[in-house]
């Protein structure tokens, strides 16, 4: 409101202007009121700071005090973009929002220039429709009707912002995919964007999908067979489920059937949805997918410790069965039958086709009792075989008694023929009497159950037998020899391995012993009396739990177990919990289902796992693309790679439970395996086997792998679960991806996808 006041009287800036006519002349402009001086130094434009939303409008004022000034003139800096404004100070703000929402106004009068800022905001948003009106299909268009849209307005449906494209300040849209399950209604809003970003009022929109059923009610894992009754299908429909299109049998207008896999890592629901044949979803329905007792990345990594590798089938068992019920499930599963000279490639065999993985598993495991090796002839090695596999789910009273009595084992080591000496200066061969203590049962240094050794007051191990002890042991394992042949078909240079020990009393040494300090072997008795006797001492004795326990958990499930671990399985050992001593059963259900077994399920460490030793790579890498053998050939791969099928180099067998990675103190056995050329060479020896380069292994594309996922990013997928347990990494995702890019086929894309995830070191080390 204009004053009509007289200024006050100012100071020397002041200038006095007079504004109007007199006599006819022009009196100077710039003056607001005749007669009256203002002091433009003292201008200020009200409001100083002012909020407009854009496409309204605001006044501003140029006060000197309580008098407005009118001579001056109003700028919009920036231009037309940033709105306009009248010579009377009204701004009018644009209709969208230009780069910069702090717009700077000038009012220029005489020499002065001053300035104000409006801050543009959003309009407030006015929802007043949505079209469709109602939902009918689970995919649809929908167009937002109303006012006040601006590029950057977003439709939200129940508070969830959706990709929303701005069409004009009255229109917008978005594609809605009804959800599973189906509400029957939603609620539509729409925020415009900051500053000043305000929600509109909210429209209710209605769902009504057209009736779908599904059949059957619940979906497996695997190939599916399902049929969608659906009134009204178009000419041309198909299913999707997850997705993915399944192959078409038969179609009415009522109903349609179709074929198709679901990928046994997927869990909880599939979506099975009808597309017409421009693959726009008409309708669809959530069907639950067959609950699994454990998942499908649990037991693909549970497989590499119970058995050897990821074979599909075992996978899929463990997953009905569970960790538990497998185990009890392969507990009464049978030893293998080996046909003569055959020990080898049936061995392998069964480990990628058989039902016995388990016990071979175990077997494998107590190859720390090396058998000996006639060289050119493998029939020596079956029988022990048998034994280890007979067994591996016994008790380890028994497998001392075999290990004793067997002519393989005692061969190796100088049992055979070792005889009593008429010269007490003179002792009978100490090889086996040293290695059943050092490498089959109690180790050279006493143990605390947990594994840890036990220490003198300088820290010095404590041994767990001296060379009196080795002396009287080998006195009381003399008088066996080898029995007659009576199996042609196992008999080299004379002795038959399929027949035990038998004892000449002759030979044996009847005076009094005494083992392991405190142990008293009396005089006259026979060889079998104190072989017995021997044994029983062993197997009493309290390093033989944490000693045979830690090997068998470096050789199932970790290199390092934690002493804890240890100590849960040795006290497992001595008691099962029904008073038994020493029953494998119970002990390698233990290992397996230990917290600490399991705990890589859910939570992976970097110090979990073991290496593959080139046994496990070889079938590993088998079990995981249904490999058999055309000829025995594939015998020799391991050995290539240091670790020769039953034939190690010596006694001590093919690596030390205690070795440690130079520079670390990580223990892990199989790694002394490694070297630069022997990592190369897996390396080639892999790619041989995965191109079909490799003579003896009978590769088949015709496999769950290379048959089912026929794509790489699906066999990507594929190998991220059944190997790698769902935790492969993204760059390595990618590396392989692009890889298989660079291939001249699909079909050597595939093979070079699974030859890159095999040969990675995530693989390699079996966490």
Not at 47 to 65: D, I
Request: glycine share 8%.
């Amino acid at each position: 409101m204009r004053s009509t006041k007289s200024l006050p009287s100012g100071g020397q800036n002041r200038k006095i202007m007079v504004c109007g006519t007199l006599l006819g002349l022009l009196w100077l402009t710039g003056c607001a009121e005749p007669g009256i001086s203002y002091d433009y130094t003292k201008l200020t434009i009200t409001p100083q700071q002012a909020s407009v939303r854009l496409g309204a409008n605001t006044t501003l004022e140029a006060m000197v005090g309580t008098y407005e000034v009118t001579n001056g003139t109003w700028i919009v800096e920036g231009g037309s973009a940033n709105g306009t404004i009248s010579s009377g100070g009204v701004y009018q703000s644009p209709a969208s929002m230009p780069t910069n929402s702090a717009v700077r106004i000038d009012y220029a009068v005489g020499s002065t220039v001053h300035s104000a800022t409006v801050t543009l905001l959003s309009p407030v948003p006015n929802l007043i429709a949505i079209t469709p009106s109602s939902v009918t299909t689970p995919s649809t268009m929908l167009t937002a009707i109303g006012s006040g849209f601006v590029s950057g307005s977003v439709l939200l449906i129940n508070g969830a912002a959706t990709q929303t494209t701005f069409v004009d300040s009255g229109h917008l849209s978005t594609a809605f995919i009804v959800g599973n399950p189906a509400a029957t209604s939603v609620t539509i809003q729409v925020i415009n964007p900051n500053p000043g970003g305000q929600l509109s009022d909210a429209l209710g929109l209605p769902i009504s999908l057209a009736s779908m059923t599904v059949s059957p009610s619940t979906l497996a894992h695997g190939n599916n067979t399902v049929t969608v009754s659906y009134a009204g299908l178009p000419v041309g429909a198909t299913l999707l489920v997850n997705g993915l299109p399944y192959t078409t049998s038969s179609a009415t207008s009522n109903s349609i059937t179709s074929t198709g896999y679901i990928t046994p890592w997927t869990d909880g629901v599939a979506t099975v949805a009808i597309v017409n044949s421009s693959k726009s979803i008409i309708a669809q329905a959530s069907v639950p997918i067959q609950p699994s007792a454990v998942s499908y990345d649990v037991a693909s990594r549970f497989i590499n410790q119970a058995g050897f590798g990821p074979r599909e089938d075992m996978i899929e068992l463990i997953q009905s069965l569970g960790l538990s019920g497998f185990i009890d499930e392969q507990l009464v599963q049978p030893a293998g039958a080996y046909p003569e000279n055959e020990l080898d490639r049936e061995f392998e065999t069964y480990l990628v086709t058989g039902p016995s993985v388990l016990r071979l598993r175990m077997a494998f495991a107590m190859q720390t009792f090396i058998p000996s090796n006639v060289p050119g002839d493998w029939v020596p090695n079956q029988p022990w075989e048998q034994k280890l596999e007979n067994d591996a789910f016994g008790n380890y009273r028994q497998v001392l008694s075999d290990l004793t009595s067997d002519p393989n084992i005692a061969g190796y080591l100088n049992l055979p023929g070792n005889a009593a000496s008429n010269d007490p200066t003179v002792h009978p061969n100490q090889n086996f009497a040293r290695e059943l203590l050092q490498l089959f049962s109690l180790g050279p240094v006493l143990l605390n159950n947990d594994g840890s050794t036990q220490t003198d007051t300088l820290g010095n191990p404590l041994p767990t037998y001296d060379d009196n002890t080795i002396d009287e042991l080998s006195r009381a394992l003399t008088g066996w020899n080898y029995a007659p042949p009576v199996n042609p078909l196992f008999t080299v240079f004379g002795i038959d391995y399929t027949q035990n020990l038998i004892a000449d009393e002759s030979q044996h040494d009847k005076g009094p012993k005494t083992i392991l300090g405190n142990v008293n072997i009396p005089a006259g008795q026979t060889a079998a009396q104190d072989r017995d006797q021997v044994l029983n001492a062993i197997f009493a004795h309290p390093n033989l739990p944490p000693y045979v326990s830690r090997i068998l958990i470096q050789r199932l499930v970790k290199s390092q177990p934690t002493p804890a671990y240890v100590s849960r399985i040795s006290a497992v050992f001595i008691d099962d919990g029904k008073g038994v001593r020493g029953n494998l059963a119970a002990v390698v259900k233990a290992i397996l289902l230990d917290p600490e077994a399991r705990a890589g399920d859910t939570n992976p460490r970097s110090d979990d796992g073991f290496v593959q030793d080139p046994v496990d790579f070889q079938i590993f890498v088998m079990s995981a693309l249904q490999i058999s053998y055309e000829d025995d050939q594939p015998n020799a791969l391991p050995g290539e790679l240091a670790e020769s099928w039953f034939d190690p180099n010596s006694v001590f067998g093919y690596y030390s439970p205690t070795y440690v990675i130079p520079g670390t103190t990580i223990n892990s056995p199989e790694f002394q395996l490694l070297s630069t050329y022997t990592i190369v060479q897996r390396s080639e020896l892999l790619w041989s086997i995965v191109s079909e380069h490799q003579p003896g292994f009978n590769n088949n594309d015709n496999t769950w792998l290379y048959n089912t996922f026929k794509t790489v990013p699906a066999i990507i997928d594929a190998l991220n679960h059944l190997l790698y347990h769902g935790r492969m990494s993204q760059a390595e995702q990618t590396i392989i991806a692009s890889t298989a890019a660079a291939a001249p086929d699909n079909n050597t894309a595939l093979k070079y996808a699974v030859f890159i995830a095999l040969n990675g070191d995530q693989y390699t080390i079996a966490h």
